[in-house]
């Protein structure tokens, strides 16, 4: 062996030509890298429908609530409904413990009974009664009357004396102040008298009170003021009821509707009038319509939303008050369209809001200003810039310039947030 090693040719290469030939190897690799370039998800443009939606988390409301609650201090005897059931105008729901208004509907009725026959004895007995003696008193009036003037004669004549004249003179004033007596009570006891007017004021009165009885009478039954559901019963026999307290809650039947607070930068995107289609979060698969018939005209600056309600025409059996309800509205749609993923686009930092995309030539990515138009939060369509079967970069490593090798988008890619301008319609 060590013979071998000395002979003549076979002496090992010097560590110099070992350095500079991987020195030759790795440049040869590093060019072959460079040429063949850096990997790119790259993705093609592509013409079809597209359209842009936005999704809002609304609750369900009827058009009206009512609360019920009493107007006096009651027990509560009977509660006629529960939760979820479903009533009529007019129908029976709480009654409230009426004894004591009762007996004092009978106290009223009897006052009332009173004050009535006493305005009929009015006019049938102390109208009358005053009638005669005012007939009476100008009877005597017409005696006292002519006595004097018949006593007047016979003293002109001598055959009386002054204390005679006297008496009758004396006679005809006390006839006289009778008769305006008797006139004065005939008149307060005929109608439009004092008399008459004061007992037609009693029963006014009691009739009065009367009312007021059978009006708190009717309070301790309460109804349903029109059709609907009980949503809420906050109520249970025996309690006692206060003034203002609510008892029950009712859902009025008409239309239903969600309300939903929308981003104020998506205002722009929505007007009255359009469509929507509705999922509630507990039952997905039942889909329903829904048109937009309201945008609140102020923004709420707490939050920065504005308050949009839906009119759902035919509701369907499944939605129940204060459900949580998603509402997509198609806000702008093509049926043909060049686009691309959104997250290809960039930022053209040679013009304030403009856009860009790498476009993928001879192996070089290029940076290409493009103009969009309807975008979602997936995809983008391009209006000017590009044509339909070019690639585009939407990998955001990438840099304008860069040789690149085009290789299919990852399945597991996540769009980045793009920020991208409002479409032009």
């Known amino acids: ?233 906050t109520v249970e026999v025996g309690d006692v009821a206060q003034p203002g307290r609510k008892l029950l809650t009712l859902a009025m039947t008409g239309e239903t509707r969600l309300i939903a607070q929308i981003d104020e930068k998506n205002l722009s995107l929505l007007r009255e009038g359009m469509h929507a289609t509705a999922s509630a979060d507990a039952f997905p698969d039942t889909r329903f319509d829904a048109e937009l018939i309201y945008l609140a005209p102020s923004v709420d600056v707490q939050r920065g939303t504005v308050e949009a309600r839906f009119r759902v025409a035919k509701p369907p059996a499944i939605l129940r008050d204060d459900m949580t309800v998603s509402a997509e509205v198609i806000v702008a749609q093509k049926a043909n369209a060049l686009s691309i993923p959104a997250i290809a686009l960039r930022d053209d930092a040679s013009a304030s809001g403009s856009k860009q995309v790498l476009v993928v030539r001879d192996g070089v990515a290029h940076a290409q200003t493009v103009r969009v138009g309807i975008r979602s939060l997936q995809r983008a369509e391009v209006i000017e810039g590009l044509a339909a079967g070019e690639g585009v970069v939407i990998d955001d490593r990438i840099r304008a310039g860069q040789r690149v090798r085009a290789v299919a988008p990852s399945a597991t890619a996540r769009p980045r947030n793009v920020d991208l301008p409002m479409p032009t319609q």
Do not use: Y
């Not at 027990?75 to 059931?85: I, L, M, N, S, Y």
């Not at 009332?112 to 102390?126: C, E, G, H, K, N």
């Open 1 to 233: 062996m060590n013979l071998a090693r000395n002979q003549p040719g076979s002496r090992r290469p010097r560590p110099w030509v070992l350095l500079i030939a991987a020195s030759c190897v790795a440049v040869l690799v590093a060019f072959a890298i460079w040429w063949r370039g850096t990997a790119a998800e790259v993705t093609p443009v592509v013409a079809g429908p597209i359209q842009h939606t936005l999704v809002f988390s609304s609750r369900v409301s009827s058009v009206a609530r009512t609360d019920l609650a009493s107007t006096l201090t009651a027990r509560v005897e009977k509660v006629f409904v529960r939760e979820g059931d479903r009533v009529k105008a007019g129908q029976l729901l709480i009654a409230m413990d009426d004894d004591d208004l009762r007996a004092q509907r009978a106290q009223a009725e009897a006052a009332l009974a009173t004050t009535q026959a006493r305005l009929r004895s009015q006019w049938d007995v102390a109208a009358p009664v005053a009638s005669q003696a005012m007939a009476q008193s100008r009877a005597n009036l017409d005696f006292a009357q002519r006595e004097l003037d018949r006593t007047r004669s016979l003293h002109q004549q001598g055959f009386v004396g002054d204390a005679r004249l006297q008496d009758a003179e004396r006679a005809l004033a006390t006839a006289r102040a009778a008769h305006e007596q008797a006139n004065a009570q005939a008149s307060a006891n005929n109608k439009g008298g004092a008399e008459a007017q004061t007992a037609q004021a009693r029963v006014q009165e009691a009739g009065a009170a009367l009312a007021v009885i059978r009006a708190r009478l009717e309070q301790t039954t309460i109804v349903a003021p029109a059709d609907g559901r009980v949503i809420a019963r």
